[in-house]
């Protein structure tokens, strides 16, 4: 089992669908993050969650709603998004959100196309 | 306005030689800085850090150095393998205060290929 396993993989939704992404990491950290990553941009943080309480969220619109029930697993909910959000979705976690230097362990991705 | 910045979008050497790979910054807080590698249909992985108190860190092949006063850090991999192939980010971090995450600010990242 690798460290941040993250599912699905590839997504394809229409703007009035409702989905969820999955995250799942067996590192035993206590901090779990969901970044953007769209084409030839940096990933973007979006959400920080720290012992399951969310800690940042980086004025991100509330079509996208996470949910941490506990350090091991991350959702995030999507609803009504628009074409732009397609992008690729990068979960990671790490042991403390505000360790030094906090080097995160990423997931794979999922891949969202909004059609 | 990116704080991180990655100026090359691609890069390519020949195998043997040495791979640079350059990232300026603009925040005097960052303390830390990164290098994570990324392989197509795979998450970055985190491959080396520097403490903004040193100048150099190495690691096997990879070395990494920082020059504070130009705000700029590069990688350096060597011998480079067709295997180091991959999109690689540079990274920055500064501590988020009393509470707060100690987020990370990536480049948009530089993708390397090493010709056989």
């Known amino acids: 089992e690798t460290g941040v396993t993250q599912t699905p993989r590839h997504l394809v939704m229409g703007m009035t669908n409702k989905k969820s992404l999955k995250c799942e990491q067996h590192?035993?950290?206590?901090?779990m993050y969901w970044y953007k990553q769209s084409a030839k941009k940096p990933l973007e943080l979006m959400f920080v969650?720290?012992?399951?309480?969310?800690?940042e969220n980086n004025s991100v619109p509330s079509r996208f709603s996470p949910e941490c029930p506990n350090s091991s697993h991350l959702f995030l909910h999507l609803h009504t998004l628009q074409p732009e959000d397609s992008a690729l979705y990068l979960c990671?976690?790490?042991?403390?959100?505000?360790?030094?230097?906090?080097?995160?362990?990423f997931g794979a991705g999922t891949r969202l196309s909004v059609l | 306005d990116q704080q991180v910045k990655q100026n090359s979008p691609s890069l390519s050497v020949q195998e043997g030689r040495i791979s640079i790979l350059n990232c300026d910054y603009t925040?005097?807080?960052?303390?830390?800085f990164l290098w994570y590698k990324k392989y197509p249909a795979e998450g970055p992985t985190f491959l080396i850090s520097i403490s903004s108190i040193k100048d150099k860190n190495e690691d096997g092949r990879f070395t990494v150095f920082l020059n504070k006063s130009a705000k700029h850090l590069s990688l350096h991999i060597v011998p480079s393998q067709p295997g180091d192939s991959a999109v690689y980010f540079c990274a920055a971090s500064a501590n988020g205060g009393f509470g707060s995450a100690r987020q990370l600010t990536f480049g948009s990242g530089t993708q390397l290929t090493v010709l056989p």
């Open positions: 990671a976690s790490s042991l403390s959100p505000s360790g030094s230097p906090n080097i995160q362990y």
């Open positions: 590192l035993g950290h206590n901090a």
């Open positions: 969650y720290n012992f399951k309480e969310q800690t």
């Open positions: 925040n005097s807080m960052f303390d830390y």
